[in-house]
């Protein structure tokens, strides 16, 4: 069975991601379609498939397909995506954004921990993509040990705030270079030779929504209690592409650094890169493009003892973050029957 696709936001950073994983995984694609706002509608975009030309959104046209990928702004899915999802002629959305995943009856899926609830609805939401990357490490971590505390910092790269952010960092570690003041209008403050300890919002409790948002999300996905606690600290600097992050969890049985070694090593979606002999450690250079997440620097924690751990873990997070994470729940979907080609696509 193969099925009419669409992408909705496919000019911007994620929906091109999403548009080269449908391509590179082979996705049974019967016909792609393309849908942006009046700035792209009526541009071509050269695909796998053929030259597809990019349609102004309509949500009536974009139900005609049978699954449609959303990779625009919370606001946008928040007046779209219910509209696409309900009805007799209902289309599956999976939603990039953050607009849905704090919603019960809407699953927020990391397939390879959660696969299962997308047959709960037509509506999933992907998780945010700091969360995403964590979770290829911890999840596997916590079958081993149980997770009782985490605590992460991250190192998140200009790519996270879409084109327009790696835009602002090139035009503006230009312009640094040749001495011109750096203009800031997507980042609170310039980000070249810089790093900003602000992603998103702060939020009343001190911490930003970025931060707020990995903790919420890691409890929804993980079915972990609701005060299960995990504490984490976004901060921008001035990489291209990939997100960092350092990790420190406290566990409910002892580690033993040898085993969680070789769990990371046989979990899908990680790629274990830990040979400090060599110098080799997860790196946003070497995560950039791949589909698993690098995780390295493993090491029984001296604050934790026994019961800690911590480790450094690289992905790219507009792929493992976003676009791959994406189709893996379309891929899922396909498997467990739950995306079905309608009749009249
Ligand atoms: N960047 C990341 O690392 C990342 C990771 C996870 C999730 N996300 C989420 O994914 C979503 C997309 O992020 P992004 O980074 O790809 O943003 P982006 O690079 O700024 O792209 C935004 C896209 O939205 C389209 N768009 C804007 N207004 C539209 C409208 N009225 N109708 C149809 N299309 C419209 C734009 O198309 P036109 O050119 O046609 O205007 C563009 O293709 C956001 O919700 C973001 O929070 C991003």
């Not at 102004?56 to 696409?84: I, T, Y």
């Not at 999933?124 to 999840?139: E, G, H, V």
């Not at 606690?229 to 049985?253: F, K, Q």
Request: glycine residues 8%; contains cysteine.
């Amino acid at each position: 069975m193969s099925y009419t696709v669409g992408i909705v936001g496919a000019t911007g950073a994620v929906g091109q991601e999403i548009r080269n994983v449908l391509e590179t995984r082979d996705f049974p694609v019967e016909r792609l379609r393309i849908f942006g706002s009046a700035r792209s509608a009526g541009s071509t975009v050269a695909t796998k498939y053929g030259d597809v030309t990019v349609e102004l959104f309509d949500v009536a046209a974009a139900k005609q397909c049978d699954v449609v990928f959303l990779a625009v702004s919370g606001d946008f899915s928040l007046e779209h995506a219910r509209h696409l999802t309900q009805g007799d002629d209902a289309t599956v959305c999976i939603d990039n954004s953050s607009a849905f995943r704090y919603e019960a009856d809407v699953p927020l899926v990391v397939p390879e921990i959660n696969g299962a609830e997308t047959k709960k609805s037509k509506l999933i939401a992907n998780p945010n993509c700091t969360t995403a990357i964590a979770l290829m490490a911890l999840w596997p971590l916590h079958q081993l040990f149980g997770l009782k505390k985490v605590i992460m910092s991250t190192y998140q790269a200009a790519s996270g705030a879409g084109q327009p952010g790696m835009d602002e960092l090139t035009q503006g570690t230009q312009a640094y270079l040749n001495g011109e003041a750096v203009e800031n209008n997507i980042f609170a403050h310039p980000l070249p030779f810089n790093v900003i300890p602000q992603i998103d919002k702060f939020q009343s409790n001190g911490y930003t929504k970025e931060e707020m948002k990995v903790t919420w999300e890691t409890r929804k996905i993980c079915g972990l209690p609701d005060d299960f606690p995990l504490s984490c600290t976004a901060v921008r600097i001035p990489t291209i592409r990939a997100h960092s992050e350092s990790i420190v969890v406290e566990t409910e049985r002892p580690v033993d650094v040898a085993a969680a070694r070789q769990a990371l090593a046989q979990a899908p979606g990680v790629k274990l890169v830990d040979n400090t002999e060599q110098l080799e450690y997860p790196m946003p250079q070497t995560a950039t493009g791949q589909y698993d997440v690098e995780v390295g620097r493993l090491r029984k924690s001296i604050v934790y003892g026994d019961y800690g751990l911590e480790l450094f873990v690289c992905g790219d997070q507009l792929l493992r973050g976003a676009a791959l994470n994406a189709v893996l729940v379309a891929e899922e979907m396909v498997t467990n029957g739950s995306l079905q080609a309608k009749k009249t696509a």
